[in-house]
């Protein structure tokens, strides 16, 4: 029996979100994660810095997603729909990503050092989205606004998703959307529960 | 002369801002802090637990200052107006520090460990507010997305404001909530520049 091998790069991550997952981000090695993944610690750092960064590996390409739907939108879509884009960009990469995505995001919330850098991350990709939005002609302070508010929606959303299994990911961003414009217009307070 | 003195906890904070403002952060060590404030590293180290710290002590009170208005807010108070009265409590409490605020804000930028620190504080901050409307019975996700647009407005405010002396940071935290709403209402594209 053969078994498909995917490349040292997903090996090596696939291997580490494992063991950081049995172990704890802490107390797992390089040495033990290039050994899980059947490579040496010299592949290892061919790819990345150090074992944080093979959780912040996605955050790039993420931030690249995210601002090239945002920049593609239709040159008359008000902002809010340019980074309606942006979203389901986002919603559709992390969708495939699925179980990682989640274990992931157990993993960050376990070390105040990762929330930290995670925290960093949605700061950047924030004002990224807010680059994307002044290159269309969007003035500030609405082109920073309308980027966190979809930050907030993405985050938010996420942490939705991942406590769930019926509904797909976009589905989940744009009922977020839809009641951070109703809460936004002064909707009452509601007793919906999540 | 005679000039008033502030508690010992003032003098450090003040003599650490000045310091990591002339010679940044890094450079800075708790010895010249305490040398600078005309204390001892050891009273340095009875108030604050690292050089860090100095920088995050108003964190906390900002935060307890913003959800006890948010508590406060009259019962019937929809879940962005209870926001929007931690919001003028934030500022009223950051307009009296003037300066130091600002200063801060440029040492923070100088530091990806402060700017992680910072964006983690800010999340904590989102998520102490976010407890507040719960306990006011509003429900999820709309609590964490009215804490988060909270933030944003905030962040993004604050921002503005130190960059000009005309407005008071009430007002323009009042404005930028404003813009928040009419962007997620779907306003097109402005040409405002700020």
Redesign the interface.
């Known amino acids: 029996m053969t078994r498909w091998q995917p490349d040292a790069r997903g090996r090596l991550q696939q291997a580490a979100i494992e063991l950081f997952g049995e172990r704890g981000y802490e107390r797992t090695t390089v040495a033990e994660i290039a050994r899980r993944a059947g490579l040496t610690e010299r592949t290892f750092f061919r790819h990345f810095p150090d074992k944080r960064e093979v959780l912040f590996d996605g955050s790039n390409t993420l931030q690249r997603t995210v601002g090239d739907a945002v920049t593609d939108a239709p040159a008359e879509a ?4 340019a980074v309606t884009a942006g979203l389901h960009a986002a919603g559709t990469m992390l969708q495939e990503r699925g179980p990682f995505a989640g274990l992931r995001q157990r993993i960050i919330a376990g070390s ?1 050092e990762l ?3 995670e ?2 991350k ?2 950047a990709l924030s004002a990224a989205v807010a680059d994307a939005l002044r290159r ?7 082109a ?3 980027a ?2 979809a930050i ?2 993405f ?3 996420f942490e ?1 998703w991942t406590a769930q299994d019926t509904h797909s990911l976009c589905e989940i961003l744009d009922e ?1 959307l839809d ?16």
Chains 1, 2 share one sequence.
């Open positions: 008000s902002p809010i729909d105040e929330q930290e850098r925290a960093k949605l700061l269309r002609g969007v003035g500030e302070p609405a920073s606004l309308a966190d508010a907030s929606v985050r938010i959303g939705r977020s009641e951070l414009r109703a809460v936004t217009a002064g909707a009452p307070i509601t007793s919906v529960r999540g």
